[in-house]
């Protein structure tokens, strides 16, 4: 039926009208006056956007039947889940659906399903399980038919999945951690625990297990507990089995970092737990001379492998490192001087002792390495990381100061090997700094067995008295370390060649060898001993000893070309352009600024703080010139350079530098506006501590501080004469306090 036209204009207007009507209410409430502003913006926003803070989990909740998996798919199940949603926490905490949460971790999902979510769901399940949520982590703890299900996954033939290796590992440790009782009391029931972790040691997550048992225990009596149930199980030799030449490289890198990881972590704990005087067993029987024994066996018994001599190694060096917690490695040695808080158990030394020939070995005969390509050519044969580690190993061994381990390393002509490295492997770096350190420990392990035994200085177990403490200076058994350095291995004249070759090769056109930065250390080292050294007089002769060439060389190579190689490297303290003003005139016609000649502020509080430096600084501050007489002759000064600055400033030199910061500091704050009654506290005037009346009417006046203006000169800045009565006052504007009363009640 065909509708009139009026009616649907009518419908169209009186729509029109509700609209306008519906508008117009929504303003009047909106902007009713006392209506504050920001509830307005509220409405509106919630008005335009529906901003509803009910969650859609709870929506799911709130249905029949919702399942584990319809929950999380969705995206913030994990947020809800750590914000304590406590309708989700409830229904995680079912049993059913913890079963489901165990079962995705532990279990391999089915293969059909796209690689992109085939782990979707078991590591959401990890992440809910270990979310450190009070209800998740005591159902988990306490049903031990959950345990029992974890505990199922090492059950498994290796290898495991790393994944879900790593879910399970971190379920466990969390457990370990926030139930420790019941989990703890779980695997002791189980005698298999320790086999089947190391039987699937291959995984990295099992290490991080086997470190959290040790870590994470709280309190210090039932870790002391774990400790002695896992040596009890026999956690150290099981490990030390793995490093056997004939285990593949993953079981013995992984047991190699393990070891390493125990001994740290017990020293650390050690310093740090001091209530508790029972000692470490696992790091005693790491220490031990039987385990250390056992673990060189399997590294050299049958076929040398890398791997086994690499992994071995870091277990060794692990041993002596140094007890104080602070920088690693070796570097020690000069940033901290010879002086070491070493506490080397000597049964570690004696136990390497015996196999030092068996490193040598190595240096000697690697194991074979292909050719590489670096950046400098070809490799026929690398260095390989076995050498590096046996070099790594003598620098520590030789900083551990041990008499017999340093003769026989000599005796063996060790270091005669690494010199022949040095200078084969021109480009690695690594060998040179390892090579530099022995050096230096020989030469300062010589310096100090003046004054103690050397068998003393780093070790726990103390040797037999009379052994080494006889020695005086000048013997040749006290030089029995350093004289094979000059003799044998002809250090000096190996730097005098090394030197002379690289700059030929310079002034052919050739690039600077990679190893002529440590060179240069060396040198310095050998030089810094033979003039202030403590053995500086045993050194002086064996320089005395080499042939009348070579003596003469390394006179005119200290006195011209190492003197000048350090002026090259040694870096200016002070930049050119703050050093403008401070050197002569002649200087300062030839120096250009790369600053424009408007500087900045802070360029000029730089300059004029420089200039306060004056030229009685070393009176001033109680130096004494005799300290610094031989400054000139030590070619190892790092701070030549500072005496090529001229200190001497004129006080009457106004510079536009010192004007511009004076300008800064005169300019004054703005009041204000709101605080027009307030005085100005710029104004200069007499600060007087006096009584206040209403607050303060217990004391009487106080000290005055009078900020006049005084005569301040040089002569007198630290304890000079004062000032002469009718000399007039000068423009310092610094503070002169001249009452002190103590107050009185």
């Keep these: 039926m065909h509708q009139p036209p009026w009616i649907f204009i009518s419908l169209c207007s009186f729509s029109f009208i509700l609209f306008v009507f519906m508008l117009s209410s929504l303003s009047c409430f909106l902007f009713r006056p006392g209506l504050p502003a920001a ?34 798919e969705e995206e913030d199940v994990l947020q809800e889940c750590k914000a304590q949603n406590r309708k989700l926490l409830l229904f995680l905490s079912k049993d059913h659906c913890m079963q489901e949460l165990v079962t995705l971790i532990t279990e391999e999902p089915p293969a059909d399903l796209e690689e992109k979510t085939r782990f979707k769901f078991p590591n959401i399940a990890c992440e809910l399980l270990t979310s450190d949520v009070a209800l998740i982590n005591d159902k988990l703890g306490g049903d031990e038919s959950l345990l029992e ?27 370990i951690a926030r139930k420790t009782d019941q989990v703890i009391s779980f695997l002791r029931k189980k005698h298999n625990f320790i086999s089947l972790v190391l039987n699937h040691i291959d995984a990295s997550a099992m290490m991080d297990l086997l470190l959290r048992l040790i870590s994470c225990v709280e309190p210090a009596l039932l870790r002391m507990e774990v400790l002695n149930w896992l040596n009890e199980e026999r956690l150290i030799q099981r490990l030390t089995e793995l490093m056997h030449t004939g285990r593949d490289e993953e079981r013995q890198s992984n047991a190699s970092q393990t070891l390493c990881d125990i001994i740290r972590l017990s020293r650390d704990q050690a310093n740090q737990l001091s209530e508790v005087t029972e000692p470490d067993p696992l790091l ?3 220490e031990s001379q039987e385990n250390v024994s056992e673990l060189l066996k399997n590294m050299f018994e049958g076929e040398r492998t890398e791997a086994s001599v690499v992994n071995g190694t870091q277990v060794l060096l692990t041993l002596l490192e140094s007890r104080r917690s602070g920088l690693e490695g070796l570097m020690d040695l000069y940033s901290q001087g010879f002086e070491r808080s070493y506490t080397v158990n000597s049964s570690i030394l004696r136990a390497i002792e ?47 100061c041990d008499l017999s381990i340093c003769q026989e390393i000599c005796r063996l002509n060790t270091m005669d090997l690494l010199l022949d490295l040095f200078f084969k492997y021109t480009w690695n770096n690594f060998l040179h700094l390892q090579v530099e350190l022995c050096v230096a420990s020989i030469l300062n392990h010589s310096a100090h067995s003046d004054h103690q035994n050397p068998g003393l200085q780093n070790h726990e ?16 058994g006290q030089n029995s370390t350093s004289d094979p350095l000059f003799q044998h291995c002809r250090l000096v004249q190996r730097i005098l060649d090394a030197w002379e070759e690289n700059d030929k090769i310079q002034a052919e056109g050739g690039r600077r060898r990679g190893n002529m930065g440590h060179l240069t250390r060396i040198a310095n080292t050998v030089v810094q001993n033979l003039e202030k050294g403590l053995a500086h007089s045993q050194i002086n002769d064996l320089i005395k000893e080499l042939p009348e060439d070579c003596r003469g060389r390394w006179e005119g190579f200290v006195g011209e070309t190492l003197r000048e190689t350090n002026r090259r490297n040694t870096v200016d303290l002070v930049s050119k352009v703050s050093t403008h003003n401070l050197h002569s005139s002649s200087e300062d016609d030839d120096m250009e600024s790369p600053f424009p000649n408007d500087l900045s502020i802070q360029q000029a509080f730089s300059d004029y703080q420089i200039q306060q430096m004056t030229a009685n600084f070393v009176d001033q501050f109680g130096f004494n010139d005799e300290e610094f007489s031989e400054h000139d002759e030590n070619i190892n000064a790092a701070f030549d350079r500072i005496a090529e600055i001229n200190f001497n400033i004129d006080a009457d030199d106004h510079s536009a530098n010192a004007a511009a910061f004076e300008a800064c500091c005169k300019e004054r704050i703005q009041q204000f506006d709101d605080c027009e009654e307030e005085e100005d506290i ?10 206040q009346i209403k607050s303060r009417s217990r004391y ?38 001249t009452e002190f009363q103590p107050f009185s009640r």
């Design 149 to 175: 299900k974890l505990y199922h996954f090492l059950e498994q033939e290796p290898p495991l999945n790393p994944l879900l290796a790593s879910f399970f590992s971190k379920t466990i440790g969390n457990l």
């Design 39 to 72: 509830a307005a913006t509220a409405a509106i926003m919630f008005w335009k956007f529906d901003l509803n803070n009910t969650s859609h989990i709870d929506q799911l909740l709130d249905r029949e039947g919702v399942t584990l998996r319809e929950l999380m």
């Design 461 to 476: 177990e103390r040797p037999a008295t009379g052994t080494g403490s006889q020695v005086n200076e000048g013997t040749p």
């Design 284 to 286: 005693t029987v790491l």
């Design 700 to 737: 009487n006046p106080g000290w005055t501080a009078s900020f006049s203006e005084t005569e301040v000169s040089s002569s007198s800045a630290w304890g000079g004469s004062p000032q002469q009565e009718g000399e007039g006052p000068q423009d310092t504007n610094w503070a002169s306090f």
């Design 354 to 400: 015996p196999h030092l020939k068996d490193f040598q070995q190595l240096l000697l005969n690697p194991p074979t390495r292909s050719a590489i390509l670096t950046t400098v050519g070809v490799l026929e044969q690398p260095l390989g990381s076995a050498r590096l580690h046996v070099a790594r190993l003598v620098a520590s061994l030789l900083q551990t």
């Design 682 to 691: 710029w104004d200069e005037k007499e600060i007087n501590y006096a009584t």
